[in-house]
Structures are given as C-alpha cells and as structure tokens.
C-alpha cells in the first residue's frame, strides 16, 4: 500500500548572494500554482519553522568560499550538529538542490554535506539531489531539475486542483532580421558619492548591441522549455516628490555582516609597470576614526560598497525614459500582497531610483533567463519578442551561450531590444542584487593600526573574438578613477582630496591568519594579488620578533616562513619586489620563491613556470617542513586553476616523499584542511 501523502511541504535555503533564495523563492510560488501548499525560509530563522512537524523537505543553497555554506546556514547548522539522535529525520523526506561552481576543489560542499547529515540523522530522499554548476551556467541543472522535481513531489505531497499541464509557450512564425534603433549621446555633469566630482564631463553609456546568429530561429516551430515569467513582487511607492535621495551618506541599501563606515583614501601606488599585461594597484585607506570598530589582523579581508558605474545608471535611464529629476525622488520598495520582498531589497524604505540603480542591482553580471523571459512580455515588437523566447528556450541554447560571451549589461540588453521598456519595478522582481567586493589586508596593526592597505588588479578586458567588446568591472575601476590613475611605478602618492570609500570588515571565521604559535613554519603559496595577505603576515612576524628582541627573548625560535610568488615578468608585475626582497635579505622570509610564469625559458628544460612548479622543485624540504615541523600551509589566490594544481603539487609531495598512495595524499590533505592546518582564501 503506498504510504500517505503529506499535506504540505517546506523549502529552506541558504544564500550567499542572492541566488538559491530567488530560486527558493521561485519553487515556492510555483508549487503554489500547481496546488502544493508550501512554506518558504532561510535557514537561519529556526523560530519560522518546525521540521519535526514536516514530513516533506527541499533544501536549496549555494556555497561560499572554498565550499564553506553561506552566512546564512550556520544557525541551520549549527542545529544539525546538536542533533543526536539517528532517527531524529526518519519521518522526513528530502531533496536538494546546490548551487557551486566546479572551478572550487570542494564543488558544492554545502549541499553534499547538508544531504550526508539529514540521511545521518535519518532522512531518505524522494528526488535526487541536483548540483548546478556556475562554470557551465546554473540553469542548465537548475531548469531540468525544477522541471522534473513536480511529478517526484507529487508521489509524496498531496496536489490540490492539480494543474501539471501548464503547457510551454508555442511559437511558430519565424524572425528575419531585428531592427535596432541609433543610440544617442548625451554629456552632463555629475556627483557621485558623497558629493566627490570626477570626471565631470561624463557622458550617458551608450551600451553595445549583442551579436547574434538567428538564421536557427526560422527552423524553430516550437519553443519547449521557456522559464517562467517572474514573479511580480517588488512596487515602487512615490514617497515624496520634493525630497532628494542622492547618496549623500553612506550607502543603506546593502545588507552587511558588520556595519558601514567611510574610511579616507590615504595613499595609492602603482604596483606594476605600464605595460604590464594587467595593471595592478595598492591603497591605503585611514581608519583612525574607527579604531574599536575595525580591528584587524592579517589574513583579514573586508568588503568595499563600490556603486554601479554612473554612466551605465544614466545610460539606463534614459532609454527607459524616466528623467533624472523623478530619478531622485524619495520612493519605497514594497512588496506586492502575498509576496515577499528579495533580502536584499528590504532596506530600500527610503531610497531613490538612482539609488537602486547604483547600490541595489547587479547590472552587469550575466543576465539569467528570467530576463529574458521578462523582457519578451514587454517587448512591443514582434521580432524581438520571438528572439528573446527563442533566446530562453531550449531550441535557443546555443545562441544563449553565444549572449553570455558577450557578458552584456542590462543597457546592452535594452538597446539591443529597443521595443522592451518594462517598469523598473519589475526588474527589481529579476535582477540579482548588487554585491560588496571583497579584498585581503596587506597590513599588519602591529607596523601601523590606523591604516588598511590592499592590492587589486584594474578589471578591464575585452570578450573574446569575434565580439572584442571592451568589459570592466564595478569596484577597482571606480576606485581607480577615485585615486587619481596613478601612472608612476612604485611612488607612494598621498591624497589630499577628502575622499571616501563605504567599506566594512568580514569575519574570517577559517583561520586563515599568522598562527598564534610563533614557532609553527609557515608555507605560503600566493601568485599575483594572492600575495597581499603575506605581505601583512610577514610585516607581523617582522614586529613579532622585533618585539621579543626588545625583550632580549633570545631562546624563542621563530617558525621559517617560505613564501611561493609568481608573476608573469619580473620587470612589469613583480608586486611588492622591494618589500619581499627586503624581507628576504633580513631573513624574515627563509626563502622567496619566484615563478615568472613568461620568461623565455618558463616551462623549459625543467625551469618552473608557475608556484607550483617550484613547490616540486623544492618538495623534500617541503615534505620535511610538513613531516617534522609541523608546518602550516597557506594559499592565496585564484580558484580557477592555481588552487588545483597546487593542491595537486602538494600531494605530489606527500607521494614521493611519504612514499604513499595519491589517494591517501589527497585524505591527508582534505584533513589538514578541517584541521585549519591546510587553508585556503581562493577568489574567482
Ligand atoms: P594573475 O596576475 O592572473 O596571475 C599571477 C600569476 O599566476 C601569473 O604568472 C600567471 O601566469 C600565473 N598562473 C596562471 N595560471 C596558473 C595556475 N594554474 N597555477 C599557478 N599559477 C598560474 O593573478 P591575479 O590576477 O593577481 O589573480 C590572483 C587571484 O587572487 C585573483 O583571482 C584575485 O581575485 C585573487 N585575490 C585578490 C586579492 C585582493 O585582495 N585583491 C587577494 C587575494 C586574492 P600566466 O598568466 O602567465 O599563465
């Protein structure tokens, strides 16, 4: 006899940017549709939910860091853990879906983990767990997975008024050419942030018009697989018409970990040389007014609320006609009746349209198919209408991909489809939310504790062939603006001006800081801006011994600290050659390791190319550092490949010299890492 179906079900995520609660928030209004009575939470408000009383749970959450669950989670938990009992789940069936991204060793860590405990504790699945991979763009798990979870809940929820034949949309005409109307110039000055002038002739962007091949969409009879329209949950109300918001203060829209403040902008260095192949900038920020609030220590990183650019906000309003002046205007973000507002607009109680556009959207990240679906039910023409169906649609996947290389803002989009002027409100319901930009401290407090110094490279390319549209990034090009676009390699150059930048700290919950036993040997492994943490970890190894000097503490031993850098050319982008050299030559580095990753002989004969080509070449003394010193390793830098192919080297390392298996190798190193012993801060 099949068992009883229950009533209802519950949907719990965890979110760290945004994107498993707009899915959440998607599955729940559509099971709603479909006849599933269904509750929607984070995670973290245990007090909103009881899941000894649930018999049916989906979990969806994504993953930060190196694999870690969002902020979000760790209530959720932190409660799992407490859980003894190993039937404490057994009335419960689940499923899971996780967002990740396979450029990470640790691909969708949260949610094997979240589906390893509730089993522990239980639990048995109803549907497959589904793994999405940002790598390959979410919704090519995310879509099929939503689609096919309907008929699997239905075997163990009951469905009222079953609706389950919601049909795809069908379209059978075909599309010839998209006519696109001339863009217009415009030049005005401007205020940014609190009230700094820069580059006061700054004209409206202009957007690009995305290429795309359509001759496929005159084959297409049928779209399948569309996504659904979004969601209508965001109004905006006029509050008061005379009151200007204009970002005077610091920016409120942004939900952070700890609070805002505005730290002065100091001093800025050139990192590299100009024609480096990327050019590379070091600040330093004053934070003297907030000594109690900001403590830091090395290995410490902290977030930085850079605005969308001011260009692109105009650029934006004006091809959705809405004039500068209404753009001010005091309003209010509410939600529609029966809807929940997206987290990250909650605070926007007293904002203005400019200040959405700057602070509360994402306007340049890869536009999702729910964008697209939007756009097309605004579109007036009918051509643009088809195209972007056929865009989102199965039949349409290839030309979809071909959209995404092109990484176009939401200007690109609209001038690109001229016709779709959608009330910004219902963007509000589709974008995904604007994002603070974390960097690491390269300082330490004990050499100066009312200054923060960072490094970053300038993000400013082009997409690739046959595309060859120049694409920047939000933060380090406004910060790079702000600082004066300092040319010279290597001068330390004060700012005068008074200028502000809105940032705050982030806890560093992994441990990732010098250790606290000064005997430990420390292995840091940081090519390119992953050095910046270990300039800050040496400078305070540096005043370590120092200090116990000035004590005549002669007997402590100090731990050796080895650092692995690489760079591309060791004139153009060696970053902070005289510091690191100058701790080499004081022996507070035992050894400065550099792979310069183009040299003519790079790769050849045996000479390393990357970090971890030295780390082999010098694997006996690092096996021995490991083996009898109890060495800690640290890796800086990015997830793409380095962390890889270091970790890679590692075990490598352990194989040869511990003479074991590569999998026991790869055990050990997973171990080291839950013993805070092997850490990472790895960035995308
Ligand atoms: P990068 O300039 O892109 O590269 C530095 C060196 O690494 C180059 O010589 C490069 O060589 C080499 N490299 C390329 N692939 C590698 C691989 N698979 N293994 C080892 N080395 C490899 O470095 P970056 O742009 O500064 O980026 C470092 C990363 O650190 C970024 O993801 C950045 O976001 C992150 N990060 C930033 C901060 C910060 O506070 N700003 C802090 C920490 C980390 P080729 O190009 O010649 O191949």
New binding site residues.
């Given amino acids: 006899m099949a068992a009883e179906k229950s009533s209802r079900f519950v949907i719990l995520y965890a979110s760290q940017t945004g994107n498993a609660e707009w899915i959440a928030k998607n599955i729940h209004q559509e099971a709603s549709e479909r006849g599933f009575v269904n509750e929607c939470h984070v995670m973290e408000e245990l007090d909103k939910f009881d899941l000894s009383k649930e018999n049916v749970l989906i979990l969806v959450t994504s993953n930060t860091g190196d694999g870690d669950p969002p902020d979000n989670a760790t209530k959720f938990f932190r409660f799992l853990r407490k859980i003894k009992s190993k039937t404490f789940f057994s009335h419960l069936k689940f499923t899971i879906l996780g967002l990740g991204d396979t450029n990470y060793t640790n691909f969708n860590n949260t949610a094997k983990r979240l589906e390893r405990r509730m089993i522990e504790l239980g639990a048995a699945t109803f549907y497959n767990k589904g793994l999405a991979d940002d790598a390959m763009g979410l919704e090519t798990t995310v879509d099929p997975w939503i689609a096919n979870l309907w008929p699997e809940l239905a075997k163990v929820c009951v469905q009222k008024g079953k609706d389950d034949n919601k049909q795809d949309e069908n379209i059978i005409e075909s599309v010839k050419t998209i006519s696109i109307n001339d863009k217009a110039e415009m030049s005005l000055s401007m205020e940014t942030l609190n009230g700094q002038s820069v580059d006061k002739k700054m004209s409206i962007e202009n957007g690009n018009k995305i290429i795309l091949d359509l001759s496929e969409l005159a084959k297409v009879e049928q779209f399948t697989a569309l996504p659904r329209i979004p969601n209508v949950v965001c109004k905006i109300i006029k509050l008061n018409e005379k009151k200007n918001i204009n970002s005077s203060t610091l920016p409120s829209l942004i939900n952070t970990p700890t609070p805002i403040v505005n730290a002065r902008l100091d001093a800025v260095r050139c990192l590299t040389h100009p024609e480096a ?2 050019r ?1 900038i070091h600040l330093e920020l004053d934070i003297k007014d907030y000594r109690e609030k900001l403590e830091f220590i090395p290995g410490d ?1 902290f977030g930085i609320i850079a605005p969308n650019n001011e260009k692109l906000c105009l650029g934006i309003l004006k091809t959705l006609g809405i004039d500068e002046n209404e753009a001010n205007q005091e309003i209010s973000v509410e939600s529609v009746e029966g809807t929940e507002l997206p987290s990250h607009l909650r605070n926007a109680k007293s904002t203005s349209i400019m200040e959405l556009l700057r602070y509360g959207v994402d306007l340049i990240s890869l536009p999702r198919k729910a964008l697209l679906r939007l756009l097309a039910e605004y579109a007036t023409n009918e051509e643009e209408k088809k195209t972007l169906l056929f865009l989102c649609s199965k039949q349409g996947v290839v030309q979809f991909i071909h959209l995404r290389e092109q990484v176009p803002t939401l200007l690109d989009l609209l001038i690109t489809f001229p016709s779709c002027k959608p009330p910004l409100e219902r963007f509000l319901d589709v974008l995904p939310s604007h994002q603070p930009r ?3 401290i ?1 300082n330490s407090p004990f050499v100066n504790r009312d200054l923060l110094h ?4 300038i993000v400013d390319y082009k997409t690739p062939d046959p595309y060859n549209v120049r694409k920047y990034g939000v933060c380090t090009p406004w910060l790079d603006n702000l600082s004066g676009y300092v040319e010279e390699r290597n001068k330390r150059v004060p700012l005068t001006t008074e200028i502000n930048i809105p940032i705050f700290m982030k806890p560093n919950p992994n441990g990732f800081a010098v250790p606290s036993d000064i005997s430990t040997p420390i292995i840091m492994i ?5 050095v ?2 270990f300039v800050g970890f040496i400078q305070h190894r540096e005043q370590q011994i120092i200090a116990e000097q000035k004590l005549n503490n002669i007997e402590k031993t100090f731990g050796e600290m080895w650092l692995f850098y ?3 050319d060791i004139e153009k ?1 060696y970053l902070y050659r005289e510091e690191l050299e100058r701790f080499s030559n004081h022996g507070i580095l035992k050894e400065l390791l550099v ?4 040299a003519s002989n790079a790769g050849l004969n045996g000479n390393p190319k ?3 080509d030295l780390l082999r070449k010098r694997g006996q003394e690092i096996y021995e550092l490991l083996d009898q010193k109890n060495a800690m390793i640290f890796v ?7 962390a890889k ?2 970790n890679d080297a590692l075990a490598d390392i352990l194989v040869e010299y511990g003479k074991i298996q590569k999998s026991d190798a790869l055990k050990i190193l997973i171990q080291w890492m839950s013993d805070k012993r092997y850490l990472r ?1 790895l ?2």
Avoid: E
């Fill in positions: 192949l990327k590379t990183s974390y960097y690491s390269a960072f490094a970053f490279n940081g090519p390119g801006t992953g910046a943490p690489g760079c591309r982008d792979a310069v990753s183009r990357y970090v971890q800086c830098g990015d997830a793409q490949g380095m192919d270091v801060d960035w995308s």
